[in-house]
């Protein structure tokens, strides 16, 4: 199968249904009025990406998209059928943007994610729909909303925990092929790997997806050789796999020539963890072995891996070195997905129990600082007042009386003790029912 990580795809929605224009007209029934139904709902453009797809070849072939259209409405207040969706079935990583190729739509890095991509048409209004006390009988129907057009790029970038990268005929499908069960293109003459190749890699405990990127030189960046564009399959990874031939007589200009196309590339991938290795040593005399193994080191400013893909020597160690890394990331992305995700809400009445036990039983006491200050402190008064207290609204009142008097030259009468509210209340000698009785026996 043919390896092909951008695409070019039309896509159109369904537009909706009519509406239906019917009246009803059957036997014994006086007045029928409007019958028609409305019109279905077109069907969506969504984008799903799925695990067993690693490229977009299907879109080599199939450059239109389409989703149904809805039907329209018919007689007796019958809705039309709502049109299918189309669903575009992607790999997972793949980067969905407009027609520029630059404006970002949605990035399907989810396995089972799902996205709209367009939206139907609304199926339009049956006469039935518009029928009302002054308009009882409508000889009109609305139209269905159209459908929607787009052209979307597609752009793969694989989802790997770690990147090969190098000059060509660096090692890097030897290395591929030896620690997993990949069989890549391997020959002795540069840009064997026309493409980028995946191998599943397991060490100690670890298992991690490694992938094989072809070869880089000098002004990959502007296009020379097979150019950058498989570069955004590193982007994602966890770490990378630097191999360099130690065959070759400048190893650290080597080093440094890769260097400087990752910088020119960006997109962050340079500072990305680097794991440096010397490969091929199984074909190098030990005396220059030490000189390039240093003279890498000072040009990298780390520590290098001494391997070879061939015989197997020192990969153990470059792998667990690479796992580490990918560990560490794993574990800071579950630190990530756990602190962002909500606190689960009690379902079950033990936990909603569980919840509220945890809560004080007592308010806690109030400090010094919180007392009561003195002005809004009552007074204790000589003698207990007894009836009801004035209202503020009450004495408002009574001071606008007194205001209007002044005015009108007239003078009030002084409140008496029942006004103020100083009046104790009357005793109640007993019921209505003894009262009477007792005005009866007067009489007499």
């Not at 224009?21 to 969504?46: H, L, S």
């Not at 018919?74 to 990583?93: R, S």
């Not at 409140?415 to 104790?424: D, I, L, M, N, V």
Request: aromatic share 4%.
């Amino acid at each position: 199968m043919r390896f092909l990580d951008v695409a070019k795809v039309y896509a159109a929605s369904g537009a909706g249904g009519n509406g239906c224009i019917a009246f009803r007209r059957e036997k014994f029934i006086e007045y029928g009025g409007p019958y028609g139904g409305d019109g279905g709902r077109g069907g969506d453009v969504i984008a799903e990406a799925v695990e067993n797809l690693n490229t977009l070849i299907d879109y080599r072939f199939q450059q239109h998209v389409k989703a149904k259209s809805g039907e329209g409405g018919k007689g007796k207040v019958m809705t039309g059928a709502g049109g299918a969706d189309a669903i575009m079935k992607v790999p997972v990583g793949t980067e969905i943007y407009e027609e520029d190729g630059e404006s970002l739509i949605v990035d399907m890095a989810t396995p089972g994610m799902r996205y709209r991509l367009l939206k139907g048409g609304n199926g339009g209004f049956g006469n039935a729909h518009f029928k009302s006390p002054t308009n009882q009988a409508p000889d009109f129907a609305m139209p269905g909303q159209p459908a929607e057009e787009k052209i979307l790029i597609l752009k793969l970038k694989l989802i790997a925990d770690a990147g090969l990268i190098g000059m060509p005929n660096a090692g890097k499908s030897t290395f591929l092929s030896r620690v997993s069960a990949a069989r890549p293109k391997i020959a002795d003459y540069p840009f064997t790997t026309l493409e980028p190749q995946l191998g599943v890699v397991k060490i100690d405990e670890t298992d991690f997806v490694l992938a094989d990127l072809p070869g880089l030189i000098e002004g990959a960046h502007e296009g020379v050789g097979l150019g950058d564009r498989f570069l955004g399959h590193a982007e994602r990874c966890a770490t990378i796999l630097h191999l360099v031939d130690g065959t070759g007589d400048e190893v650290a200009k080597t080093y440094k020539t890769i260097r400087k196309e990752l910088e020119a590339y960006g997109h962050g991938l340079a500072s990305k963890p680097e794991v440096v290795a010397l490969n091929k040593v199984d074909a190098i005399p030990e005396k220059e072995l030490a000189k390039k193994k240093a003279a890498l080191e000072k040009a990298s400013g780390q520590q290098v891996h001494v391997i070879s893909g061939v015989t197997g020597a020192g990969v153990n160690a470059v792998l667990r070195a690479m796992a580490r890394e990918i560990t560490r990331r794993r574990l800071h992305r579950a630190d990530e997905r756990q602190y962002a995700r909500p606190a689960p809400m009690p379902r079950t009445r033990a936990e909603r129990q569980a919840v509220n036990y945890q809560a004080p039983v007592v308010a806690p006491s109030r400090g010094k600082s919180e007392s009561v200050p003195a002005k809004v402190a009552v007074k204790k008064s000589a003698a207990p007042v007894k009836g009801p207290a004035k209202s503020p609204r009450r004495m408002d009142t009574a001071k606008v009386k007194a205001k209007k008097a002044a005015g009108t030259g007239k003078a009030l009468k002084p409140r008496t003790a029942k006004a103020s509210g100083k009046a104790k209340a009357r005793p109640r000698i007993g019921s209505r029912a003894a009262a009477r009785a007792k005005k009866k026996t007067a009489r007499r």
